[in-house]
Each structure stands twice: as C-alpha cells, then as structure tokens.
C-alpha cells in the first residue's frame, strides 16, 4: 500500500506503487491533460516514474510558472535529436534551459548556418507530433561510457569519467534517441507543444575551455504556447529598436572603441544627459540630508588588503606597481589599485577626527569613478563595462538606525525611479554568500536587521540565496521597464564588516567608543547603465527634463533667421537646451530630421511668425501645430522641463 499526500492534505491510497501522471487521472482527465511535472516529497519527479514510498506529491501544470523551465529543457533535447537525425555525425554535449529559452552545444566539423534553422524546426515539430515516450532510465557508469563510446560521441564519453563510481546515472530514452540527463522531463515528447524558435548561433567551448574543441552552440526560445512565444519575438523586435548601442551611435551619444575596451567616448550630447542625471541625483541628495565627497581613484593595496577586497576582490581589479624608492629595485616596488568601489574610501574620511553618536546618521555620498575588470566577452555597450561612476553612499549610523534609514532610503529610491518613468520596483532579499568576510554571528545579525528593517518599510521581497556582498546582506531593487524587462539597478546592505576592519568608530553618549553600522547604498547602480536603460526605456524619446536638446527651431524661409535666433535666445535665456536649423532646406524635410533626431519640440518660424511674435510648435509623434505667441511658448517649455522633484 502505497499513501500519497495531496497539497490539500486529502491521502489517496495505492495498492502498490503508483506513477504521479495516474495519481493525476485517478483525480480528473483535466488535470492529467495539464500536468507536466510532479513533485514527491518536494523534489521534482518525472510524472511517469513510480512512487514507490507513502509520499507527499504537489502536480505542477502546464500554466505554472515552474513548467517552463521543464519546457524549455526538453525542447532543448528535443533540437538535439533533431539535429543527430539530419545531420549524421554530429556530436551531441550538454543543452540547458536559460532564463527566456535554451540552447545546445554540439561538435560538428561543417559549420551551421541560420538556414539550417527552418529545416531543423520542422524535425523538432515533426518529433513532437510522434509523441515518443520519454522514459528514465539507470545505467551503471561503464555501461554508460560503453554506449557514449560505441556511438563515436567522445564529448558524453568524457564526461561520464567525471562522475562519481558510487553515483547512479539517468539517460533518458526519447524513441530510439537517448541522451545522459538528471532529468525530470516530460513523458512524452507530444506534451511539449511547438511554441519555440531557434534564434541564433554562436561559438563555445567544451567545458569553457578555450584549450579545448570548439563547439557550435544554437540557441532557441520555449514557451508555454504561441501567443506567449508571440509576445516574446514582439519584445524581442522592440528591444533590437531600442538598442541603446544603436540609438547612441545614430543620435551621436556615445561611442567605444578598441583602444579603450570597456570605456566610454562621451559626445555633447551624450554627455549633457549624463549631466542632467547627475545634476538631478546631486540635488535630490542634497534635499535628503546627504554630504558628498570625493575620494582617490589609485588606492596603495595596503588599504585593499585591510578591508579584504584584495582577497576577495582581486581578480576584479586594476593594479599598477609602482617604483617609490626611485631606483628600481625590487622591495621599492608598491603595488597600487585602481578602486573598484569607494566604500574603504568613505570609511577613511568617516576616521578623520572623533565622531560623536550626535553626527549620526552621516549620509556621505560620493559619485565615484571606479574600474573593474570584466571579460572582453561580457563588455556589453554602457550595461556592462570597465570604467563607470556609481551613484554611491554610504550611511554610517547606529544600529538602532537601521530601521528607520532603510526606510528613509527606500522613500527616496522610490520618489526617484517615479521621476525617471519608472512606477514599480521588486525587491530582492540576498543573503550570505559562501565567500564572505565575518562571523556567521555577525551574519546572523545583519541579515536578521536588514530582514526586520525591510518590513517595517513596507517592502514584500523574495529571497535570492547566496547573492550578498562578501561583507554583508542586501536588498536589490528591479526595475520593469517599458517593454517588461528587468534591470537590477539600485541596492542596499547592511555591514557589520567594514567599520571592524577599518577600525572606524564614534563616540556614544556613555563616553565609550562604538564601531557604527555602514549602510551600502545605491539607487541608478552606475550611472552609465542607468543612462543605457533610460535610452531603452524611452527609445531615446526622453521626457522634456531629460532631452539633451529640448528645443529646436527651424525655419521656413531664411527670411526668418533673424527672428529664429531671437526665439533661440529667448529659449535658452529660459533654461532650455536649444538648437536652430537654419538649412536651405524645405521645412518638412527639416522636420522629419529632426524627428529621427528625436527632439521633443520644434519650433517653426516663417515670415509671418517673425511679423507677428508667434511661432508654430510641434511635438515628437505628434502632425498637428500649435500657433503660440512667442513668451506663452516659452512659458510653456519652461514649465514642462522643469527638473521634477527640485
């Protein structure tokens, strides 16, 4: 007698042992149809491998959100028997579900081409109208090596050396397909549906090694049903429209170049918006009771070393030796590092003279230019790069505190991402890690602070396991934007570590001296990024406050350039960021181009305006004019760019 425990708590018995997919139609056809996996005792199950213990059994459907992981991989199984059987030779590696898809390795001596893409999709709807059973099964590892090696598959072959002898290894038998595979898959390859694409190619290398063979890697994406997978090539073509690399190369933004891998090459333009960012965040830290500073770039590691990046930080960091005796020889040498955060920084100005328990909480901030070394191949436009100025803080206050500034902060972050367009964020509760600096005491306390801190703010949060900085715990904030992406951008942690090691301290109201809490903290995360999300957020049809020109006028005639650059002036005596076109050119060619420009506002000006003080006023998107005498115009603009919040 087998007694299966159902989520609801009702016990159905069993004669002997019994599958999860028969336990699904002994309660309904509907739900034996939705289910594509099960859980037994909470660990996920094939849902036609036998239970053969009493055990708890949750039934995971098709609209689950759990299930598209499980999709994803089986499509990905299911690609590479597609490929094995039109491509005779191909060797078959590893194939992963991803966040919005799946891809698999494979070792093929001909290249793939995207061609192959529309063949290769028809076999993969062709497999799935067979609707071939998907069965678990257990070898031994000799056996397992034994097929790999009689099938010429050398890259499985090797692999399975890897394993534990005492391990028991699963392959999952697809028709007469079998792959090696942890599994849990689906029971049959019908249950898969065809809502996937495979999307592109790219190179690997088996087991990451570029020592080793190359591998071609094709990508696809998987969901849960067409329209689904509809919505998401939607976003996929919106997104490649917003390219911030695209849109900042056509607007004259910014550039990067070789010589500089990882930097960026600011233009006027581009660098007017990062003004403007940094302008608003100055004004609104000024507003939130925030000193700023400004620390060095080239820290000696001495300092590095104290506050424990250079063992765990090193291999991020940018490191110069210098000579400081003057002759060479080798113990003059002094290693030196480019900083890659500024928080050892801000501790030394908080050590500066003695600190009373009255200064507290001190909010220091610091737009900190910082490098860090990242991979060539992960250097992604201005989202990820080597070279980039956070919008940092630190608060260093008591830890009676910590409620109160985590509150204060989320507030501010809150108000801020509103001003930027953004209405909504999640929150990310991440924990220790398993590098980490500090007692587990310390631990226990920081995260148990940040927790409480956290909900007395009101915030609902999910936890994201081991993802804390190596000194401390920390909420991530997510932004969604206007194409339901999501970017991590501002952060805070709490750190018991730091002002320990840095032996930074304040003077209590008993006379006694007490190390302070520091407060890590971040809301755009660096302003390169942020500026690269704003681009996409918007497709670089920025609000007024945020347009790095905000105003151009054009004229039809050249009769009226004179008055043009009257209208200029008055604009730019208002504060607006203005530009005049006074080309030979017909106005509606003049307007299309500054449209494609992306200028929120153009002013049109011909002989009769100029007669009669007026102008004709257009917005971006818009057809229709506005005939506005010139200083009600201006008054206008003037209002809307208004900088919110200040």
């Not at 972050?413 to 964020?425: K, M, P, Q, T, V």
């Not at 992306?598 to 057809?623: N, Q």
Request: aromatic share 10%; proline share 4%; charged share 30%.
């Amino acid at each position: 007698m087998v007694a299966i425990t159902l989520p609801n708590g009702d016990i159905k018995n069993f004669d002997g042992p019994v599958t999860p997919d028969a336990v699904a139609a002994d309660i309904g056809p509907g739900l034996a149809k939705a289910a594509v996996l099960s859980r037994v005792d909470g660990t996920d199950w094939d849902l036609n491998r036998p239970i053969e213990t009493d055990a708890s059994l949750e039934l995971v459907t098709r609209d689950h959100e759990d299930a598209l992981e499980l999709l994803r991989h089986d499509c990905a199984h299911v690609l590479a028997m597609a490929v094995q059987e039109l491509f005779p030779g191909t060797q078959i590696t590893f194939g992963p579900s991803t966040e919005d898809g799946f891809y698999y390795d494979f070792h093929r001596d001909e290249p793939f081409s995207t061609d192959d893409f529309e063949v290769i999709e028809k076999r993969m709807a062709e497999i799935v109208d067979r609707d071939v059973d998907i069965v678990r099964e257990v070898w031994d590892k000799d056996s397992v090596r034994a097929f790999f090696t009689e099938k010429n598959e050398a890259f499985k072959a090797e692999w399975v050396q890897e394993l534990p002898d005492s391990e028991a290894i699963t392959m999952y038998r697809q028709g007469d397909w079998v792959d090696l595979c942890r599994g849990p898959h689906l029971p049959s390859t019908g249950k898969l549906g065809k809502a996937f694409k495979l999307m592109k190619l790219a190179g690997a290398y088996w087991r990451g090694d570029p020592k080793n063979p190359q591998l071609q890697r094709i990508y696809g994406t998987c969901w849960r049903n067409e329209k689904e997978l509809k919505a998401h090539l939607l976003r996929i073509e919106e997104a490649e429209k917003r390219d911030h690399r695209k849109l900042g190369k056509e607007l004259g933004l910014f550039h990067m170049q070789e010589e500089a891998r990882g930097s960026i090459f600011w233009h006027p333009k581009g660098w007017t918006l990062y003004r403007i960012c940094e302008s608003y965040m100055r004004n609104r830290l000024e507003e939130g009771g925030y000193v700023e500073v400004k620390t060095p770039q080239l820290v000696d590691r001495a300092l590095w070393e104290k506050s424990g990046h250079w063992e765990k930080f090193r291999e991020n960091m940018f490191i110069a030796e210098v000579d400081e005796g003057g002759v060479g020889l080798a113990e003059d040498q002094t290693h030196m590092a480019l900083k890659p955060m500024n928080c050892p920084g801000h501790v030394q100005v908080f050590r500066q003279g003695v600190k009373s328990y009255r200064e507290l909480p001190l909010r220091m901030a610091e737009f900190g230019s910082c490098h860090r070394y990242e991979p060539s191949g992960a250097l992604h436009g201005l989202m990820r790069v080597r070279a980039f100025t956070q919008d940092d803080a630190h608060i260093f206050c008591t830890e009676d505190q910590i409620e109160s500034e985590t509150k204060v902060f989320i507030d501010l972050l809150a108000s801020i991402y509103r001003d930027f367009g953004f209405e909504s964020f999640v929150v990310k509760f991440s924990d220790r890690p398993d590098t980490r600096a500090g007692s587990d005491d310390v631990w226990d306390k920081a995260e148990a602070a940040l927790k409480a801190a956290t909900e007395a703010a009101g915030c609902d949060f999910t936890l994201n396991p081991g993802e804390g900085a190596f000194y401390g715990p920390k909420l991530e904030f997510v932004l969604r934007d206007a194409i339901g992406r999501d970017w991590q951008c501002g952060t805070l942690q709490v750190d018991f570590v730091l002002p320990e090691r840095l032996d930074a301290s304040y003077m209590a109201e008993d006379g006694e001296r007490y190390r302070p809490v520091m407060l890590h903290r971040a809301i755009l995360g660096s302003f390169e990024r942020f500026i690269g999300i704003l681009i996409e957020q918007y497709a670089a049809k920025f609000p007024l406050w945020l347009s790095p020109v905000q105003v151009a006028v054009a004229t039809i005639t050249d009769q009226a350039d004179g008055y043009a650059a009257d209208v200029a002036k008055a604009a730019q005596a208002a504060g607006l960021r203005v530009e005049t076109d006074l080309r030979n050119e017909k106005i509606n060619y003049k307007i299309r181009e500054l449209s494609v420009s992306k200028i929120p506002v153009i002013l049109v000006v011909g002989a009769r305006e100029a007669e009669e003080g007026t102008v004709a006023l257009r917005r971006l998107g818009g057809k229709a004019q506005e005939i506005l005498a010139l200083d009600e115009a201006i008054s206008i603009l003037k209002e809307e760019a208004r900088m919110p919040s200040v």
